[in-house]
C-alpha cells in the first residue's frame, strides 16, 4: 500500500484545532464516525476534495475522485475528533504507517495543549 500524508488534510486538521473545532469528550470512535447516510449526503453536497480534507492519509493505491484514496479519518466531517484521532493512532501503529502514527499523535497532543 502506497499510504503517504495528505497534507490538504492535515493542514485542515490543524485549522479546525486552532480555531477549537474541536470534540475532546472521551467516545468511541465507531459510535462516533459518520453513518452511510451522513457520508453519502456529504459526498452528494461537495466535492471528493473536500471530502478528502477529513483524512489525514491518502492511499494511491486508488483514484483521487474515489472515497478509498482518502484513509485515516480525524473527524466527522463537521469538527476534530479526538477519538479519531486515537483510533488513527492505533490503526496506522498496527498497520505499521509510521508517519501517519506520529501525525496523529501530534494532532493529540495539540488538541491536548489547547484544554
Not at 466527522?76 to 493512532?89: G, P
Request: glycine share 4%.
Amino acid at each position: 500500500m502506497a499510504i503517504k500524508i495528505h497534507k490538504s488534510g492535515l493542514e485542515n486538521a490543524m485549522r479546525l484545532i486552532n480555531a477549537g473545532e474541536v470534540e475532546t469528550f472521551d467516545a468511541d470512535w465507531n459510535e462516533e464516525k459518520p453513518t452511510l447516510e451522513e457520508l453519502v449526503y456529504f459526498i452528494n453536497h461537495h466535492d471528493m476534495s473536500e471530502y478528502g480534507r477529513w483524512f489525514l492519509g491518502i492511499d494511491d493505491k486508488f483514484p483521487v475522485d474515489t472515497k478509498e484514496h482518502y484513509v485515516f479519518p480525524y473527524g466527522d466531517l463537521k469538527t476534530v475528533q479526538k477519538c479519531a484521532l486515537v483510533n488513527t493512532l492505533n490503526e496506522a501503529q498496527k498497520s505499521n504507517h509510521q508517519e501517519i502514527a506520529h501525525t496523529a499523535n501530534q494532532l493529540i497532543q495539540m488538541i491536548d495543549k489547547k484544554k
